[in-house]
């Protein structure tokens, strides 16, 4: 089990699963909610509202300008590489 170092603002210090990364998890000395650090950065979402846009736009260009099948195929390759991409970090 992997175990992430975590700093209390009470001082003191503990280790929480991975898993918490982002997210909250009790001080093991004064029982506070602390947050764990790690976990996906605003930047990260950012990036991926954006990709979203790109897959959106290049669709619908694809339906508009050949068929309605170019801009299907366009939409679940780009939502395949998206996906991949989202797994992968």
């Known amino acids: 089990m992997d175990l992430v170092e975590v700093q209390c603002p009470c001082g003191a210090r503990f280790r929480a ?8 998890a009790n001080c093991t000395a004064c029982g506070k909610a602390t947050e ?3 976990g996906f950065e605003p930047v990260f979402w950012i990036l991926v509202s954006i990709g979203v846009l790109i897959v959106l736009g290049v669709s619908a260009a694809f339906w508009v300008a050949w068929c309605p099948t170019a801009g299907g195929v366009a939409f679940g390759v780009g939502a395949a590489i998206l996906a991949a991409l989202i797994a992968a970090s």
């Open 17 to 24: 699963r991975a898993s918490l990364k982002g997210g909250l």
């Open 36 to 38: 764990v650090p790690g």
